[in-house]
Every structure is written in structure tokens, then in C-alpha cells.
């Protein structure tokens, strides 16, 4: 069965104008598109949602195009073979900044953009394609474009439902995606009558109707007006903006439920990923810019949505080519949680993060199966499972901070639905990165609040990242069996009720801890939803107490006890959590997004004594500066040993850890 696609780049000269990364030497720079021809007969497409309903050419194939960019190696047979693909989040180019510690960079072409080199000292050929076709383009975004379902002439419709959370006073106008950088679903009508908009402080509380009045399908613009006039605006109707004249309160949960019309077929995307990575993969002759570098392996890597995006596609069965063959021999997912990707559905908002406590709560990301080994659903009695074609499916890391507990009901990915421990497939790997959180910025300097009650987690986790890509390669290509699963269990007592946790959790002098846990109910999107259409919304809750969340034991410290402790948290300065708390006018109390906290240790016994703090202070600890650097450099190379990180980044870590972490810490000693 043949590839239909060709390919159409430009070679835009050396990376970091001919820098030499070690044996491997100069990366040059490829940009363009892939021109994708898909047979919507074929069975490997079907599973693509309203890909009936997409025009077709003479030859009835579906045409779409996707943007694409390559690294790879100047010398092609100084390259290793192997080729890495980068699951851009939102169109965002991310795996050289947490692999390489880069700068970001959406047009990497400098030395800053290459960081510390790793992929490219490794000989990676790094790739990155558009699989999100809802991105406007912007800010050096990876775009595509496909196809708008259509029935004939007529035009699909269908209930939307729009979720707005001002962060910032004086908010007025929405595009209807909630993000600029989205397309969003037109309306069909500018009647507001013929839509519903209401808000309402916390997820479960009544919704409180917005008068039809009071708001428009609009948008506001502004600029410098004639004669010293100062600011003019003035409000334009949109079929793709919402206009809220008295501003969105900051902190409330706007939601719109309206008609809209023009559906993408968003599932294309995991179409896309399949046949370019195949192409670059087996393809031998020229039309292949990849085939003198004679690709032996295929690795992918995706974070938060699109780590869900891998899960995703393993479950779909993507993972296999036209041709039979495996398309990613491994995969590296993320901080994905329990949550698959809402791609394949009809009026899908690619954009929307997946359901927390507060925001996007009702999200459908959030449907079994959950884990990647099969289990029951103890509500529907389904038994289902992410990995159930061994023929194909890769190898799999999955890796979780200690937010995709608290927020992304993590600890559904290794226990049934009721929270007993599962035994996960032989091509499974688990690792929980302890009192992380869900974002952990390379260089990240000190801490902010933001509209949170805490300061965020400063846990350095990036060397992570560089080990489990070589376990995965070695485990790939050499048969070597990396490190067993390393998650809290229910059977040990590492994985607990949130009640349980409260015991545990110290009374640390004026900080709050998360008061409900991140329930996973049992929803009702309408009786199409398993075929992709929605049609429930909001969505009817079917069983309150639903499926059980459970969060990772703490100690004494508060700093969770099970997992991949990094040496800032073996050798600590702080309680790190997978939590943090929005501050009063932001939905207060509430757990704020994928944030996570650090709550400093006092200093000296004084202060822990005056303040009532019951943690060991600094000083306790350690005894000086010097004391803590022996425990960061001991906990590092115990990580080393046992396989956790190379030890080429022993140094990066305790240059961080120098004068008490100054980077990211305020310890005043």
C-alpha cells in the first residue's frame, strides 16, 4: 500500500551557524509541508470522525497539508539512525527546551536555542509536524490545514460549549476557542437569544443566567482617535467573539452553550503524525530528505496535551502504518495524567486543557480506559484498555508529577476505578516524579505567586528527561529492560485517600490545603459520544462518587515519600507540592490549573520556634552551606547508580544547589 504523500522543503541553512556538536558535528535546518492524500475507504482511516463528510478529488482521496520541521545531522552518516519527533504542545516546539535545557524557541537556529546539545551530541534527527489543525497561525506556530466537514451542501451543526476564566481585571471579549491562537467555532446565529450564557463562582455550583442584553457576539477594538480624542473603540459583530460590556469578574467561570457550524476533521491530525512519521521512517528513495541518514528507530515525546495526544493514538491504533509496520518503536508521554486526547471528535477545541478541579472540570478527556492495562469499569462494566495491539504498540514511559494526582487524576493510570493497584503490560513503564509539578521550566529562576496563595514549585527535573530517553533507546534497540515501575501503591501505603493525606500533611502557619479532592464523576455527554459527536452539554452527571482519585503519600515535610526523588527534594529547602491554591478574587481555595507550591523550610530553629512551624529548619538540617551541597551531591549520585540520571549532569546539579539554591530559592543564611 503505497505512501500518498510528498513532501515540499527548504533547506534554511546550518543550526547556530555551523556549531559542532561533538562526533555528530552540524545540524542543518529543513521548513515546509507535507501534502497528504488520504483514502477514506481504507480501514485504517475509518476510525476518523465525519471522515465521510470530507470532500474528496477525482482520485476520491481527501487532501490536507500539515507544516513541518526538521533538525538533522549535516553528515549523514554521522548521524545515529534514530529519529525523534516532538508532539508540539499547541503548535509550540517543546523537546529541545526540556531535553537540551534551552531557551524556548518556536524558530530554534541558535546556540541558545540548543542548550546544553544532548539530542544533537546523540544524533538525533529531530522532528516536529503539525497534528493540531484548530492553531491560527502566529508566533512561528505549527499550523495545518485541513478539510471542513460537510453533509453535501449543507453545513454540520451542533451544540458548543465554551468555558472563560479571566485571569486579569477588565477583561471584555473572548474569541470563542477561550485562546487567541485557536480558530473558533462560528455561531450560526448573532441572536444571543439563541444561546446560553451563565457563570458561577465554583465548578458545582447553580449557574447563574447572564440577561441576553448584557452580552454580544462581538468583538472590541480600539486605537488612538482623531483630535486628542484619546482611546475610540468600538464593537464589531463576530460569529467567533464574545463581548461581555461589564467584564468578566476575574476568578468566575463563564460559560457559553451555543449553536455552532464548519466542524474540522480534527482526527486527520493523528493521521498526519502516522503517515509523515512512516514516510521519513521506510521511505528509501529521494523524495525522502531522511533517506540517506537511514532511519533505524522512531522515538515520540509529548507533555500535558500532548503526551494525552500519544495515549491517544496508541489507543486508536495509530501506531500502525498503512503497511502493518509500527510507526514510534517508543514513546515518552508526559504528565498526561489519566486523560486521552480530545482530537477525534466532532467540533473538537484541540486547545482546551484537560478537566481539573476548577477549570474545564467537565472536560470528556477524562474517559475510561485509563490506564494502558486492561481493567473494568466497575460503573458501565466495559473492560477496556490504551494497550491492546501488541503487533504495534511501542514501548511506553509514562512519566507524572505529583499534579497529575491532585489534578489530572493520576493514580487512574495504575489502578482500576475503584483505586486497586494494576499490573501494567510487559511494554509499560511508570515513573512518578516526586513533589514535582506539572510544568518544571529548565531555568526557571525564583519563584512567583502569580493569583496563587503560594509560590511555585522550583523542583529541577530535566535530567529526567535525558535518562528515560536513553533508557528508552537502549531499551529499543538493545533489549536492555529499563528500571521497574516506580508509582505510590494502595498496597504499601504510598497511595492514599485525601482524608488519609490530611493526617499526614504538617500544619505549616498560614498555608491552605486543597479542601475537596478532584472527583472523576461518571458523565453523560449524550448517546453519539463513543462515536465522537456531543451532544449532551453541559454533561449529565450519572454517578456522583464515580470513579476513585487517590494522591501519593506525604512525610513529615509534607514532600511525597513514593517515586523519583530529585535531589531538591531528597536533599530539601522546602515543602514541594503538586498543588497550589488561587488567592482571593481568583476562585479561591480552589486548585489552581497544573500549578504546584514550594513553602520554605524556616531558616533557624528561632524562627521555626516563633512562627509555631513545626518542619525542621534549615539549619537543623544541614548545618551550613557546605552540609547541603553533601546532601544534594549524595542524593545525585545515588540517582546516578540506580539509573535515574547520567552522570554527565552531576555537575549542572550542584551548580544549582550553589549558596542554597540562589537560582531558586530565597534562604538568607
Not at 455527554?525 to 453541559?538: D, E, V
Amino acid at each position: 500500500m503505497t505512501q500518498n504523500i510528498s513532501l515540499d522543503l527548504k533547506n534554511h541553512g546550518l543550526l547556530a551557524n555551523g556549531y559542532k556538536f561533538g562526533e555528530v558535528g552540524s545540524y542543518e535546518i529543513l521548513k515546509g509541508w507535507a501534502h497528504i492524500k488520504v483514502d477514506p475507504k481504507l480501514a485504517h482511516n475509518s476510525k476518523v470522525v465525519d471522515i465521510e463528510y470530507a470532500p474528496i478529488n477525482e482520485e476520491g482521496k481527501i487532501s490536507f497539508t500539515t507544516e513541518i520541521f526538521i533538525l538533522s545531522p549535516t553528515d549523514k552518516n554521522r548521524g545515529s539512525g534514530k529519529l525523534f519527533f516532538d508532539y508540539g504542545n499547541r503548535g509550540n516546539k517543546r523537546a529541545l527546551q526540556y531535553f537540551n535545557d534551552a531557551v524556548a524557541s518556536n524558530d530554534p537556529k541558535t546556540l541558545d536555542h540548543c542548550g546544553n546539545g544532548f539530542l544533537f551530541r546523540k544524533g538525533y534527527t529531530i522532528v516536529w509536524a503539525a497534528w493540531q489543525g484548530d492553531l491560527l497561525p502566529g508566533n512561528n506556530r505549527l499550523i495545518m490545514d485541513l478539510p471542513v466537514a460537510r453533509d453535501g451542501e449543507e453545513k454540520i451543526k451542533g451544540t458548543i460549549l465554551a468555558e472563560f476564566i479571566a485571569s486579569a481585571p477588565g477583561k471584555k471579549t473572548f474569541p470563542l476557542s477561550g485562546q487567541v491562537s485557536t480558530r473558533s467555532h462560528p455561531t450560526i446565529s448573532l441572536k444571543t437569544n439563541d444561546a446560553t450564557f451563565t457563570r458561577r463562582r465554583y465548578p458545582h455550583d447553580q449557574r447563574q443566567l447572564i440577561p441576553n442584553d448584557k452580552w454580544l457576539f462581538a468583538r472590541e477594538e480600539g486605537g488612538i482617535g482623531k483630535d486628542f480624542q484619546g482611546l475610540e473603540t468600538a464593537l464589531v459583530p463576530s460569529h467567533r467573539h464574545i463581548h461581555l460590556p461589564d467584564t468578566f469578574e476575574t476568578g468566575w467561570i463563564y460559560e457559553l452553550i451555543y449553536t455552532a457550524s464548519d466542524p474540522l476533521i480534527m482526527g486527520l491530525g493523528h493521521v498526519a503524525v502516522r503517515d509523515v512519521i512512516s514516510f521519513l521512517r521506510y521511505e528509501k528513495d529521494d523524495k525522502n530528505p531522511l533517506a540517506k541518514i537511514k532511519i533505524t528507530s522512531a522515538y515520540c515525546f509529548g507533555r500535558s496535551q500532548t503526551g494525552r495526544c500519544i495515549r491517544d493514538a496508541i489507543y486508536l491504533g495509530f501506531n500502525e502504518d498503512l503497511e502493518g509496520r509500527k510507526v514510534f518503536d517508543g514513546v515518552l508521554s508526559h504528565v498526561a495524567g489519566a486523560g486521552k486526547m480530545w482530537l477525534n471528535h466532532r467540533f473538537c477545541n484541540a486547545v482546551v486543557p484537560a478537566g481539573q478541579q476548577y477549570e474545564d472540570h467537565s472536560n470528556i478527556a477524562d474517559q475510561f480506559p485509563f490506564s494502558y492495562a486492561m481493567s473494568q469499569d466497575h460503573l458501565t462494566g466495559q473492560s477496556d484498555a490504551i494497550c491492546k495491539r501488541p503487533e504495534t504498540d511501542p514501548l511506553i514511559f509514562h512519566s507524572q508529577t505529583s499534579t497529575e494526582y491532585w489534578q489530572r487524576r493520576g493514580s487512574l493510570v495504575h489502578t482500576d476505578t475503584q483505586g486497586n493497584d494494576l499490573a501494567m503490560p510487559e511494554n509499560v513503564r511508570l515513573y512518578f516524579w516526586a513533589s514535582a509539578q506539572h510544568v518544571g521550566d529548565p531555568l526557571q529562576g525564583r519563584s512567583t505567586r502569580g493569583i496563587c496563595q503560594n509560590p511555585s514549585n522550583v523542583v529541577q527535573t530535566s535530567m529526567f528527561f535525558r535518562r528515560m530517553l536513553d533508557a528508552l533507546d537502549n531499551w529499543a534497540t538493545k533489549g536492555t529492560a529499563p528500571p521497574e515501575n516506580k508509582v505510590p501503591r494502595r498496597t504499601d501505603g504510598t497511595l492514599i485517600t485525601i482524608n488519609k493525606w490530611r493526617e499526614q500533611f504538617p500544619n505549616i502557619p498560614g498555608i491552605n490545603t486543597p479542601k475537596n479532592p478532584n472527583l472523576l464523576p461518571l458523565y453523560d455527554y449524550g448517546p453519539m459520544a463513543s462515536q465522537g459527536i456531543i451532544s449532551q452539554l453541559p454533561p449529565i452527571i450519572h454517578n456522583e462518587k464515580g470513579y476513585t482519585v487517590l494522591v501519593p503519600a506525604v512525610d513529615i515535610d509534607g514532600n511525597d515519600i513514593a517515586g523519583i526523588r530529585a535531589p531538591m527534594v531528597s536533599a530539601p529547602l522546602a515543602t514541594y507540592t503538586g498543588w497550589n491554591l488561587r488567592a482571593r478574587f481568583f476562585g479561591e481555595g480552589a486548585m489552581h490549573e497544573f500549578s504546584g507550591s514550594t513553602i520554605e523550610f524556616p531558616e533557624t530553629k528561632e524562627i521555626a520556634e516563633s512562627t509555631g512551624d513545626p518542619r525542621k529548619s534549615v539549619l537543623d538540617r544541614y548545618g551550613d552551606e557546605f552540609g547541603y551541597l553533601k546532601a544534594i551531591e549524595s542524593a545525585a549520585k545515588q540517582l546516578v547508580r540506580e539509573q535515574w540520571i547520567l552522570e554527565e549532569d552531576l555537575p549542572r546539579i550542584l551548580q544549582l544547589a550553589d549558596r542554597w539554591c540562589f537560582e531558586r530559592h530565597d534562604i538568607r543564611l
